[in-house]
């Protein structure tokens, strides 16, 4: 025991005290359940090294998101007078910056070795929207045809993905070679080709994506003797924290960096994962990996709950015993139980992918309530399912809780969208962390313009959002791509003041024709929305809102967006836009006139408007539950948690989510990934 006069924020318990205090000379892996005092032992960890000698610049401490190493950096400011010091004198020391996330921390290597690319900013000289008009000219090129070319970020996911696997342009063929478009087509060569051209591209404007910061990092370690010595001979020990979300080309920057010495904390657990679907490698960073990396290393299990009731771990760890390949701790492996048939296992055992050696024992802290059982309440629809969430919460409000007692969360973003009517129709004040609010979303606004403009010729604001989104049937009135469709009109700036109202001096779209006798090149453009919003005034006349909706979407919005996106399926995250309009298209249901839809969407966005930026006080919180990982409220409600089949007898769900249960639909041209893995939606 080398902790001398050291003390720690608070006493640790034991098995805290055994990760904190273990040699800094030795590997460590701590396998640290939730609610167990991670932040709190990293933190100590930090001032424990500094308390052993290690000087601030030659400690490494990483995380997985940017508000996690701000709070990272200010718990070790809290417990290291030394830090607080440092930071105060100068937030952007070397010391400081090497607190930070993976991805900031390579840019700063980079940055100290005299590299001046720029990180494209909206604010900078380099804008982002560049790179998406780089990768379509590229795409362009390489796929004259438009039926058979890829969208912008299904070419930039390829680019990046031979990037994540540490595969320079010289070794990419193998990886590229053997995919095959949907049409069949083995397409390698062209997205070789297309990351060669984007990174001569990159080259002469001076960019560097996030991508090319962990690949040259990664590249320069392995290839450059001066770089990488000289990067090992300055960081003496490394501090990893959410190791299961950390994927395997970071983890080799990092246990890179931590050579030859191997003084390396890594913390993480592989039940806490989320992030598979960027790259993340759990087993080989916490589980086989590192084991194979350090044979002697130390292991430390933390596994007393700080932050839950007894009711919700015991069910929290009956779920995760069945990612493990064990028996069943229930009925001991039997299967059988004096009820009958074991509720919780499979003929006596889980049969998970972890191996039982790395299952952690959680119970509740000393003293912890047992707290009540969870409480689970079948729907038959998501708004049926909205409406009584929000009902709960009123009337739990009004017997005396607090709305930022409550969280709800979701899987997906699309689901958020169901709550937030209901909330407002009974005056309760949410934020929805997805971005303030589902209607504020800019796919959401676009999309229900439309419906505005079709039953307001008047209506300006919608008629800005719509003038250049395409029908199906828009195509290149000239140039090279003739005859080809085109999802933007190109009416510009210079067509919105020629079309100005002589009353309004607003764009209108009662002075369409007026521009368009101005200007010959803008009639294709206006011919175009005239004849989409011809089309929807006639469906309004003889259809249900939702229908007119589902219209816009399968007319002109889905191929819209695949064009100007460029949509990828697949991995099932939580941003999928197209599951965001059918959200709409589902609440919109509900409604018998659109001025009803609307108000209820406007009443929405300004109930959103009226949240506190960044403060979550006073608020009922609605997210998925991907922003919600390490928060804790009162009473937290799970929307969706639903599994079945769809009219075709395939499986579908939310939680767990359909690209969990089958493969996944391929959206673009190019195949979108493998199935998602169940053990993961039991994370979630």
């Known amino acids: 025991d080398s902790s001398g006069d050291f003390r720690p924020s608070r006493r640790p318990n034991p098995q805290q005290e055994l990760a904190l205090y273990a040699d800094v000379q030795t590997p460590l892996r701590v396998l640290a359940a939730p609610g167990t005092g991670k932040t709190f032992l990293l933190s100590n960890r930090y001032a424990y090294l500094l308390h052993c000698g290690a000087e601030p610049d030659e400690i490494v401490s990483v995380t997985f998101s940017r508000a996690m190493a701000d709070e990272g950096l200010e718990r070790i400011c809290s417990v290291s007078p030394m830090m607080r010091a440092l930071r105060d004198d100068d937030p952007k020391s070397d010391e400081i910056r090497q607190i ?111 991508a090319d910061m962990l690949f040259d990092v990664e590249q320069r370690l392995h290839k450059d003797r001066a770089f990488r010595e000289k990067w090992q001979a300055r960081i003496k020990y490394v501090l990893i924290d959410e190791g299961q979300d950390t994927n395997g080309q970071a983890m080799y920057i990092l246990t890179t960096l931590a050579a030859p010495q191997n003084n390396i904390t890594i913390v993480g657990d592989t039940d806490q994962l989320l992030y598979r679907f960027l790259g993340a490698t759990p087993e080989k960073n916490l589980y086989d990996g590192f084991e194979a990396l350090y044979p002697s290393g130390n292991t430390v299990k933390l596994g007393i709950n700080y932050r839950s009731t007894g009711a919700i771990i015991e069910t929290y760890s009956r779920l995760i015993h069945h990612n493990y390949n064990m028996d069943c701790p229930e009925c001991l492996g039997t299967g059988k139980t004096e009820e009958g048939q074991c509720p919780y296992c499979l003929d006596g055992t889980f049969n998970g992918p972890y191996a039982a050696r790395y299952l952690k024992q959680v119970e509740p802290c000393p003293g912890a309530p047992e707290g009540v059982e969870f409480d689970f309440e079948m729907h038959n629809s998501p708004v049926s399912e909205a409406k009584a969430v929000a009902l709960r919460i009123k009337q739990a409000i009004d017997k005396g809780r607090e709305p930022d007692d409550f969280f709800i969360g979701a899987r997906t973003c699309a689901q958020t969208g169901y709550v937030e009517g209901p909330l407002v129709q009974l005056e309760v004040p949410y934020i929805n962390l997805t971005g303030g609010s589902f209607w504020h979303m800019k796919h959401v606004q676009d999309f229900i313009a439309y419906l505005r403009l079709a039953f307001n010729e008047n209506d300006d604001e919608a008629f800005e959002r719509v003038l250049n989104i395409a029908s199906n049937e828009f195509v290149h009135p000239w140039g090279k791509q003739q005859g080809e469709y085109c999802h933007h009109r190109y009416l510009g700036k210079a067509f919105k003041k020629a079309c100005q109202h002589p009353e309004t001096g607003r764009p209108s779209y009662t002075q369409r024709w007026v521009a368009a006798r101005k200007r010959r090149s803008y009639s294709p453009g206006v011919e175009d929305m005239d004849y989409l919003v011809s089309s929807l005034q006639a469906e309004l006349e003889v259809s249900p809102l939702h229908m007119v909706l589902r219209m816009i979407m399968e007319d002109c919005y889905e191929k819209y967006l695949a064009a100007d996106e460029g949509l990828i399926g697949g991995q099932a995250n939580d941003s999928g836009k197209i599951d965001d309009l059918e959200t709409v298209i589902d609440i919109a249901r509900e409604f018998e006139t659109v001025p009803e839809f609307v108000d209820y969407v406007e009443k929405a966005r300004k109930a959103a408007e009226a949240a506190k930026n960044g403060d979550w006080s006073g608020h009922v919180v609605i997210s998925t539950v991907h922003r919600l990982k390490g928060t804790e409220r009162p009473v937290v409600y799970g929307i969706g948690l639903v599994e079945g089949q769809d009219k075709k007898g395939l499986p579908v769900g939310l939680l767990p989510h359909t690209y969990s249960l089958r493969p996944p639909e391929q959206r673009g041209i190019l195949p979108a990934g493998g199935q998602a893995r169940i053990e993961d939606e039991r994370d979630i």
């Not at 921390?105 to 720029?118: E, F, I, N, Q, T």
Request: glycine letters at 8%.
């Open 100 to 210: 930070n996330t993976i991805h900031a921390l390579c840019l700063y290597m980079l940055r100290k070795d005299g590299d001046r690319r720029v990180v494209p900013d909206y604010q900078g000289r380099v804008k982002p929207w560049m790179l998406k008009a780089a990768i379509q000219e590229i795409a362009e090129e390489l796929w004259p045809q438009a039926l058979n070319r890829p969208g912008w970020k299904e070419v930039m996911s390829y680019i990046d993905t031979a990037k994540h696997n540490g595969l320079s342009s010289a070794d990419d063929m193998k990886f590229f070679g053997s995919i095959r478009d949907k049409f069949g087509e083995l397409v390698g060569t062209k997205l070789h080709q297309a990351r060669k051209k984007f990174d001569a591209w990159c080259k002469r404007n001076g960019v560097i994506t996030f």
